[in-house]
């Protein structure tokens, strides 16, 4: 039963990634079907599939303060979403002139790419190992002694952990960041891929100039897919702002597909893989995945290793 302090009119159903973001991979004229590979168990299942639903979590975005259920599900939706898909950086995505982007679309890249990562299901879940890995003293992780408390309280306290996870996911982007962060803008020449976790982190070459602020952090990259054939990577750091906006090359954008893929086999909260079916074969069997049938409005991968499986998609 609904509590007396969540409103009626608060949606239940949050997604953890906009649909306005979804609409951008639409594989019909209407905008309002994607092609996705989904987890359902063992089984992952590539077909087309509603916008409306995918990408989303029953009161995901909800915390207890003083005995209440609270929702910022609205609030997201108010302060981040709408401003974004509003803005003239957004526009320029959806119609497909990312040639136009540039350093005046900074701003908006940079919160993109950190506000699709914060607030998904993977994001909270890696908080949650990071705090059971500063509670073992076997872990090979180094963590300072404030970090060590401040996880010892996330362990103590679930909810806590909860509200924390969604202040972040309503915080806007600390502009001192994304001032000196690099970003990139790279088009690309095949049709690119991205998730319901659209924001993920790869590795990256090391540079003297990036942020890493645990001992022994491997360095690494945020890539975000902001249309088919448009890939935003951001890296923190002491760049001074460094921007560009180029072309890669077919190489380029087939690793970056096999990132995303590779996040899909890997980790159970990324549950649908937004995709066509180039190259989709070849990447699933190269992972953990056997092909079961191929149809050419459905394709069946069965999970050949032990390892996580995830659940029923959304």
């Not at 500063?134 to 806590?160: C, H, I, N």
């Not at 100039?209 to 897919?225: E, H, S, Y």
């Amino acid at each position: 039963m609904r509590s007396k302090a969540v409103s009626n009119n608060e949606p239940r159903d949050h997604h953890i990634v906009p649909q306005f973001f979804l609409k951008n991979f639409a594989v019909d004229e209407e905008r309002t079907r994607v092609a996705t590979l989904a987890k359902d168990g063992r089984m992952a299942v590539w077909k087309e599939r509603s916008i409306r639903g995918i990408g989303y979590e029953r009161d995901f975005y909800v915390h207890i303060e003083h005995g209440h259920p609270v929702s910022v599900e609205t609030r997201i939706n108010r302060t981040i979403e709408t401003p974004i898909s509003q803005s003239d950086t957004w526009a320029k995505i959806e119609s497909g002139q990312a040639e136009a982007l540039d350093r005046s679309d900074r701003p908006i890249l940079y919160a993109l790419v950190r506000h699709l990562e914060a607030r998904t299901p993977h994001y909270f879940a890696t908080g949650n190992e990071l705090s059971e890995m500063a509670g073992d003293p076997g872990s090979d992780m180094p963590f300072t002694e404030e970090e060590r408390r401040l996880y010892a309280l996330r362990r103590s306290a679930p909810e806590f952990a909860k509200l924390m996870f969604n202040v972040e996911a309503t915080r806007r982007s600390d502009e001192r960041n994304f001032d000196s962060a690099l970003i990139l803008v790279q088009r690309s020449p095949i049709r690119l891929r991205t998730s319901t976790t659209p924001a993920i982190a790869v590795p990256s070459p090391y540079h003297a100039a990036m942020d890493l602020p645990l001992p022994g952090m491997v360095p690494f990259r945020r890539i975000l897919t902001v249309n088919p054939y448009t890939l935003v990577t951001v890296v923190d750091g002491s760049f001074e702002g460094h921007f560009s906006n180029t072309m890669m090359n077919e190489e380029m954008a087939a690793a970056a597909n096999r990132d995303f893929a590779s996040h899909f086999a890997l980790f159970p909260n990324v549950r649908h893989l937004v995709t066509d079916r180039d190259r989709l074969i070849e990447d699933m069997t190269w992972g953990p995945f056997e092909l079961i049938s191929d149809s050419p409005a459905k394709i069946v991968f069965k999970r050949t290793d032990p390892a996580r499986f995830g659940h029923k998609p959304a």
